[in-house]
């Protein structure tokens, strides 16, 4: 297990990148969940193909959950240069979309929009940034891990008993032992 | 594995239910909806037109993530009806591509506008879809623990 870990660092750290970057930058950082599910099934796919048959359910989850914090760590550094290109977008496309929206919808648009859209752009704190590194380090971890556990499982054509399965089987089996 | 079990679970009621309860607060005045808001934003657009509107604020999450928690949360409440708790076994591949056709297609017709049958077919897709997925979340998690109890299991 110790020397598979090892091993799944690389393209965990690959698929990590690739979906930081992704959800970093304007127009594809609106794809939510998708970029670490993708970065989790990604993983898995990078993993060389001699170990990739001996992975379980666990080993998934686990390369999953690696990738999404080495996205969430992408990400959250690639967000402190491309934050103002970010807002930019923001504030010329879709803020604007935004405020007719809900202005036609008869509520009271948020004053933090209209703040962003005369030109105050609310900076972020230390903490703040830390507390969203660590928000987006959990959330994307957990949502890797199901991207990495989809991955093993439709990379294998038939599904072996695993070492989960085996152990609870024989833990049963011992159950009816006299 | 029951304790894991359990753990997914209050966690995914916490998110499908901060999600709701967000407008609620932001209702209220509370300063606490900013931050829920906010937290939310880490995997969600939260496009307004694409939110369904609580006490005259849009949910904290869009119609399609939303529909994804509560079937999350579905799943997880079916999940020991359908399976051990102690069992690592996933559902096969083509019961996960059928559950993921219609959010698939929806969003791929989203993009292109080919269609845009509102927030009430996106949340119904994100059910669909996230129904299936603590069978795959749980599935990783038994595996793992049952493992780790192997390996500290000492061997005779």
Redesign the interface.
């Known amino acids: ?1 110790e020397e598979r870990t090892a091993e799944l660092w690389m393209p965990a750290l690959i698929a990590g990148a690739l979906a930081g970057l992704l959800a970093s930058l304007p127009l594809t950082n ?1 794809c ?2 998708l970029w ?1 599910i993708g970065a989790g099934l990604l993983a898995v796919f990078l993993v060389p193909k001699e170990t990739r048959a001996f992975l ?3 080993d ?3 390369l ?1 959950a690696l990738t999404g914090i080495s996205a969430a760590v992408v990400r959250g550094l690639l967000m402190i240069p491309l934050q103002p290109l970010n807002m930019l977008f923001l504030k010329k496309y879709v803020f604007p979309l ?1 405020l007719d ?2 202005e036609q ?1 008869g ?1 009271q648009p948020p004053s933090q929009l209209k703040e962003i859209l005369q030109g105050e752009i609310p900076a972020q704190t230390v903490p703040g940034f830390f507390f ?1 590194l660590l ?2 380090a959990v ?1 994307f971890a ?2 890797a ?2 991207g ?3 991955a ?3 990379t294998k054509k038939k ?1 072996p008993p ?4 085996e ?2 089987a024989s ?1 049963n089996s011992s159950h009816h032992q006299p | 594995m029951v304790a894991g079990y359990m753990a997914t679970t209050v966690v995914a009621l916490s998110v499908a239910g901060a999600a709701l309860l967000a407008p609620w607060l932001a209702s209220r005045g509370s300063g606490l909806a900013a931050g829920l808001y906010h ?1 939310y934003h ?4 939260q ?3 694409r939110c369904f ?1 609580l006490f ?2 849009p949910v904290a999450a ?1 119609g399609r ?1 939303l529909g ?1 928690y509560i079937g999350f949360l579905a799943g997880c409440l079916v999940y020991p009806l359908a399976r ?1 708790l ?6 096969r ?1 083509r019961m ?1 591509v059928l559950l993921s056709l219609p959010l698939g297609l929806d969003v791929l017709a989203n993009m292109l506008h080919l269609w845009d049958l509102g927030n009430g077919f996106r949340f119904s897709t994100g059910v669909v879809w996230g129904f299936i ?1 603590p069978f ?2 749980l ?9 780790r ?3 500290r299991r000492p061997t005779t």
């Open positions: 297990m609106c939510c969940c670490p379980a359910a666990g998934g989850a686990v999953g935004l929206w809900i919808s509520q969203d928000l987006a959330v957990g949502l891990a199901l990495g556990v989809i093993v499982s439709l599904t695993s070492a989960a399965d152990s609870h833990q | 937290s880490q995997i969600c657009h496009n307004p037109s509107v005259g604020h869009c993530c994804i051990s102690f069992s690592a076994r996933v559902p591949p996960f997925l795959y979340f599935a990783g998690l038994t595996d793992l623990i049952l493992r109890l192997a390996f």
